[in-house]
């Protein structure tokens, strides 16, 4: 599964008691699986073997290197926070998605990983 957008449409009341409905998208992540290469190099595909695997409980790992928790930030973008295996060194990073297939993970403002999705890869 990829992350998916999806629009839904929610309405409120306001002061003066009138009804306001808005369509809102929201992202979901939960379930999929990612191919990431550091961004030191651009985009070349030279991707790690260990893909980052997003679970729909709010838990990211990667494989046993490391293991952590994300939570939505907004329509597009996800903040995580990671510890390394075997460690107490954690890590934090923003993960900001462009459509279903492709993100770029930042790190104190600046890219720091590219990944593409890596559900229905052969």
């Not at 409120?12 to 809102?24: L, R």
């Amino acid at each position: 599964m990829t992350a998916v957008a999806q629009e839904f449409t929610t309405c409120g009341m306001t002061i003066d008691s009138s009804v306001v409905c808005g369509t809102h998208t929201f992202l979901q992540v939960g379930n999929t699986s990612w191919l990431v290469e550091t961004a030191e190099n651009g985009r070349n595909s030279d991707f790690h073997e260990v893909p980052w695997v997003f679970s729909q409980n709010g838990t990211v790992r990667a494989g046993d290197l490391w293991q952590g928790s994300w939570q939505v930030e907004s329509e597009d973008t996800i903040s995580v926070t990671i510890r390394m295996s075997g460690s107490s060194a954690t890590d934090q990073f923003t993960v900001r998605f462009h459509g279903s297939t492709n993100f770029t993970a930042y790190k104190n403002g600046r890219a720091y990983r590219y990944g593409i999705s890596a559900d229905g890869q052969s």
